[in-house]
């Protein structure tokens, strides 16, 4: 079955600098690639995503590129902000067979150090 | 409702003790989702409904575990005779359809003592 792996497990930036999460996935026909932000105790929120026929989907200071060629995706938040320490899960599904379940990484904690 | 809502929030169960954890998705969504989440970990697939009809239940950990959505709406988890290893944040998902946005509700903490 599909399998997502996410690197790195955690990530401390300074305010201000960018950080970068990648994503490997296994199942070359997933073709959607969401991305989630979860905060303490909360519930996961979508923050962007991408469809395999776009290489790469921006929006402010996020954006993440995909490379369907070697099956892995990134998220990229530029001038990172206090407010943006969560943890961050990728996830991939495909739709083929009405499945369309998310399968999702391990997540990434990431901590912004003001 | 705005949003996807379980119910209840915190559960504290007895091992051995069976337990319901309740998902009202939003009105319109044919999809759902029910994910397990464990401390520190991703959200692990568990069953997919489309409408009433469950169509993958891969993911359920063991025949303790069964779920439905008899009406195409609400949906209900149901783990029988639960054990520790249960212990977890039992996550529901709902969406307009495969492919979309799924948008999470806050979780049912299961705890089993």
Redesign the interface.
Known sequence: ?ENVE?HPSTLSVQEGDSAVIKCTYSDSAS??F?W?KQELG?????II?I?SNVGEKKDQRIAVTLNKTAKHFSLHITETQPEDSAVY?CAA???KG??????????TTLQVKP | GAGVSQSPRYKVAKRGQDVALRCDPISGHVSLFWYQQALGQGPEFLTYFQNEAQLDKSGLPSDRFFAERPEGSVSTLKIQRTQQEDSAVYLCASSLGPNTEAFFGQGTRLTVV
């Open positions: 079955g996410q073709n959607y969401p989630y909360k519930r996961p929120q979508l995503d469809r899960f599904s495909k739709a009405n499945t369309g379940k998310l399968i999702f990484g391990q997540g």
